[in-house]
């Protein structure tokens, strides 16, 4: 059976550390290497592999280059999920936000070609979809970004393309859906909201809902995306590589419901506050997954109602 060595970017953040942990189990993978900077990654999502043998740590930085050629040095895959999240934060600095998605995704996919890398799969986003009225959200159906972090998000997927056009490497993209799950941090200005409401539940406080509660997102498991990723890596289908595709569940919930979700789950029996609503956020989100299901033949077997009790045991001897 072939082994694959595998790159890891922000492989000590939340989505990046759980996507670790399953490759380090798959009898396919010979060696993972995580690049990260640790700026918005742990180095506790990552503690409980140090002694793994199969597992290395290279702490820099993706923009810079000759951090990405070290880093893609002797990999045959690299799965791309180093990135600086948040809407509201894109906002706020957009220059930051563009070294870090375009530029260090630029470098990313150079340092892969210099060194032989077969495949880059990278984290796109649904906020690619922007002002796209339609739902459910198709992938070749994309409106007007409406933030500087969307912007990046769709520049990602445009280099991909090229990049597997001028020069053959290989790509997926795969747009997350509001990803949560255990070793997503509920601490900081940029958290996001399931983290947030899990953690005010915990300490019964009350949170507070942008807006009336009304807005929708498809609420995807953690295992989904790890799921999809893995699929991607190691597809061997013609017809599955190079595309571009919804990671999901296919659901949708509103921030009211949530929150009354996370009340069973955990127990709280408070009301949420409203605020005004967030700029640069769609009012609803809903993934069409079908794509993913035919050529990758991803389930995203996992619910809202099964994640959100698997993400309390976590939070619950973590907050």
């Known amino acids: 059976m072939q082994q694959f060595n595998i790159l890891v970017t922000g492989g000590a953040g939340f989505i990046g550390s759980n996507l670790v942990g399953a490759l380090l189990a798959d ?3 010979q060696k993972v290497r995580v690049l990260d900077n640790l700026a918005t990654g742990f180095r506790k999502n990552l503690s409980e592999f140090e002694d793994h043998p199969k597992f290395e ?31 509201p934060r894109s906002i706020k600095d957009p220059l930051t936000t563009h070294e870090v998605n375009i530029t260090g995704t630029l470098n990313i996919f150079q340092a892969a070609l210099q060194q032989g890398v077969k495949r880059v799969v990278f984290a796109a986003s649904s906020s690619t979809y922007g002002d796209s009225p339609g739902l459910p959200k198709v992938e070749d159906r994309i409106g007007k970004p409406l933030s500087p972090y969307a912007v990046t998000k769709y520049v990602n997927e445009l280099y991909a393309d090229v990049f597997a056009r001028t020069y053959g490497i ?38 507070t809902i942008n807006g009336d509660g009304t807005n929708s ?3 995807t498991f953690v295992d989904n995306a790890v799921e999809a990723n893995i699929l991607s890596l190691f ?54 997954v079908g794509k ?8 995203g077997s996992i619910n809202i109602q099964n994640g959100l009790k698997k993400a309390f045991s976590f939070y619950k001897t973590s907050v």
């Open 27 to 29: 009898d396919r993978v």
């Open 57 to 87: 740590f290279l702490e820099g930085d993706i923009r810079n280059f000759e951090t990405c050629l070290k880093a893609c040095e002797g990999m045959d895959l690299v799965s791309h999920q180093a990135a600086l999240g948040s809407v």
């Open 170 to 207: 290989e790509y997926i993209g795969l747009r997350y859906f509001n990803v949560f799950g255990p070793k997503q941090d509920p601490n900081g200005a940029y958290a996001a909201v399931i983290p947030l409401f899990f953690k005010a539940a915990l300490e019964n406080k009350a949170p």
């Open 217 to 219: 997102r498809d609420f």
């Open 235 to 288: 597809t061997d289908s013609k017809e599955a590589i190079n595309q571009i595709y919804n990671v999901a569940c296919g659901e949708r919930t509103s921030l009211n419901q949530l929150w009354d979700m996370i009340c069973e789950v955990t127990e709280c029996r408070l009301s949420a506050n409203h605020g005004p609503n967030r700029e640069g956020d769609i009012p609803h989100s809903l993934a069409d």
């Open 292 to 299: 993913a299901k035919k050529l990758l033949d991803y389930q």
